[in-house]
């Protein structure tokens, strides 16, 4: 609540002040000047931009004088039955959803953008429900883990005294949430081209983990990305970033995963594998023998949802018989 009352954790009522906070990253939900939408960080989101109610009609807004209750209230706003329409408190805006045209809405699967207005529509009223138990206990567990992560690459940002413009345009697609986090952390650890060069900055200790620390994220991206086709298919694009990086065999174990998990769920990899790529992902077999892995990305090559892949099999056929 933005306000301090007499009982804490009373009853929210009509017209209360409270914020909208996004659960898993923290963020506020916050105005913009232009009447637009925007989560905001914790440091950023001030009170009169971030102030919202519950009003139960567009209509009545004199709810009558306010009047301390002991204990903690009448529950007037009752879960799953009534009706609540959010109201920005220094605007008096409506939170609402912007029309779409009548084409995009045929397209179907089109998600409506929240908005503030003046109005609104009819339909925008909404009901509380309780988060499951399993919900909430999720939302927890990704809210620390983006916590921790964040600390992690604050503390890289400091050893390198880098900032976050170094690492714009890193070739890698760029996805908000959890794969994002994982992507930066890896991305400053590569800034160190051995143990040695990162334990000179953040000592023996950790530069004894770098190897290990750095396999394990490319092991955790595979792990966020394996079976979903929308993730992969970012990745496809973005093969000669993530082939490149085979170079550091450090980590490219954890390479072989996320390579593997792209070439299975994502089909447009495979029109944009070239010569070039299959040649590199050989030559781990000179470096690291017979490789489970090296030899699971191969496979993922020649065959496609139980299709044939003959221009791979080909070229991998033509590079094997020269080792």
Known sequence: MVYHY???????????????????TGKYLSIMEDKGLLLMDKEKADVKSTAFCFR???????????????GMGVPDIKYGDSVCYIQHVATCLWLT???????????????????MHHEGHMDDGLTLSRSQHEESRTARVIRSTVFLFNRFIRGLDTLSNFSLSVFQGSGHPSEEGMINLVLECIDRLHVYSSAAHFAEVAGREAGEAWRSTLNSLYELLAALI????????????????????LERLEASSGILEVLHCVLVESPEALNIIKEGHIKSIIS????H???????????????????AVRSNQHLICDNLLLL
């Open 6 to 24: 007499r009982w804490s954790g009373s009853h929210t009522r009509w017209g209360q002040p409270f914020r909208l906070r996004h659960v898993t």
């Open 226 to 245: 394996r079976g979903n086709r929308k993730n992969c298919a970012q990745f496809s694009a973005s093969l000669d970033w993530l082939i490149s990086r």
């Open 56 to 70: 139960p009609s567009k209509e009545k807004l004199d709810l009558g004088p306010k009047r301390e209750v002991d």
């Open 289 to 307: 023998g017979r490789n489970h892995k090296v030899l699971d990305v191969l496979c993922s090559l020649c065959v496609c949802h139980g299709v």
């Open 284 to 287: 781990l077999l000179d470096k």
């Open 97 to 115: 959803y912007q029309a779409m045209d009548a084409k995009c809405a045929r397209m179907g699967g089109v998600q409506r953008k929240a908005i």
